[in-house]
């Protein structure tokens, strides 16, 4: 069978960890060389961008593109694990309604930017050589160093279904002690560290009780598919139909086609001199761009004669050749 080789954009469902995704999709796929971009916690779902075949060399690069979630929280309570199926550590009853809606949009609004986060123990980040969340559940905690994050966008939206504008948000405290925020943010950001912290600012404690994944990078909850979709496609129209290229993730470099001349060390990973390649099909007002015209380290998508794309170069010695920055070698 042929090997596939770009990237499907699932909706994780509930109770699947990613590894799981992952085990699920080399069964549909029929092939072992799959990978995920970043964990996502099994009660939470949304978007899981997986990389097959040669794409998994995107792997790390798409781990790193900010996010956006929805999340509702719970105010009230706090749990050793952060959200609501965790083990209740304090409830302060009903203070939530001594809270006023003014105090509530202020405290979501100054998490605004950047910060620094200490991981949950309740987290997959590893700690010499084991899983926090192993030794969180045979009853050890150990001190976490806390890491730079940055919430770029946070809101408070009005309750699921609800069209109020933002102006019109007294809808929204009709759901309490449940909210419901959105939340842009860098990678290695807990959204349920962030609730915990609302709660605590609000100084009645708060939980995530359900959490949705709608973006990563450009990849969005609307194109995203279930295993069971999946697995339609491929006995119906194919996976080919909804995989995403691996080019499409570079797709702001301009391309370069490779001449016969420099095939055989397009082949091999080599360098190619300049005058191996040439721009494909892009002109300024005083006509074709060539390569040596762009400034030095710019990065080019690469592709033979035939189309065929063999990873991104850079513009290096003296704009003299074309470096492998990196290659995605046709399997």
């Keep these: 069978m042929r090997v596939l ?95 006023s809606r003014e105090e509530i949009e202020e405290t979501i609004a100054s998490f605004q930017g950047k910060q620094e986060q200490i991981p949950p123990m309740y987290s997959a980040l590893k700690v010499n050589g084991r899983r926090l969340y192993e030794l969180a559940r045979a009853g050890e905690t150990i001190e976490r160093k806390a890491r730079e994050i940055e919430i770029e966008e946070i809101e408070l939206l009005p309750p699921e279904g609800c069209h109020e504008t933002k102006a019109h948000q007294a809808v929204c405290f009709s759901m309490l002690p449940k909210l419901r925020i959105r939340v842009v943010c860098s990678k290695g950001t807990y959204i349920r560290t962030i609730c915990q912290d609302i709660g605590d600012r609000l100084g009645c404690g708060a939980v995530m009780s359900s959490l949705v994944r709608t973006r990563v990078g450009s990849f969005r909850l609307e194109g995203a598919r279930t295993l069971s979709e999946i697995e339609k496609i491929r006995d119906g ?34 360098e190619l001199a300049v005058s191996m390649a040439e721009i494909m099909a892009e002109k300024s007002a005083a006509g074709k761009i060539r390569i040596e015209d762009m400034p030095a380290d710019s990065a080019f998508r690469i592709y033979d004669p035939e189309g065929t794309f063999y990873g991104v170069y850079r513009l290096k010695n003296g704009k003299r050749t074309l470096k492998p920055w990196k290659m995605f070698l046709p399997t």
């Design 5 to 99: 080789n770009g990237i499907l954009i699932i909706r994780k469902e509930q109770d699947f960890t990613s590894n799981d995704v992952v085990a699920k999709l080399r069964g549909i796929c029929r092939q072992k060389k799959i990978g995920h971009t970043g964990t996502l916690d099994p009660n939470a779902t949304g978007v899981l961008p997986v990389c097959l075949g040669n794409a998994t060399k995107l792997c790390d690069m798409l781990t790193d593109r900010s996010k956006e979630y929805i999340a509702e929280l719970t105010l009230g309570i706090t749990t050793d694990t952060q959200d609501i199926w965790g083990q209740v550590l304090t409830d302060s009853g009903e203070k939530w309604r001594e809270i």
């Design 237 to 270: 129209a194919g996976l080919e139909s909804v995989l995403i290229p691996v080019d499409a993730c570079f797709k702001e470099y301009p391309a370069v086609r490779v001449k016969e001349s420099g095939l055989r060390f397009l082949k091999n990973g080599n």
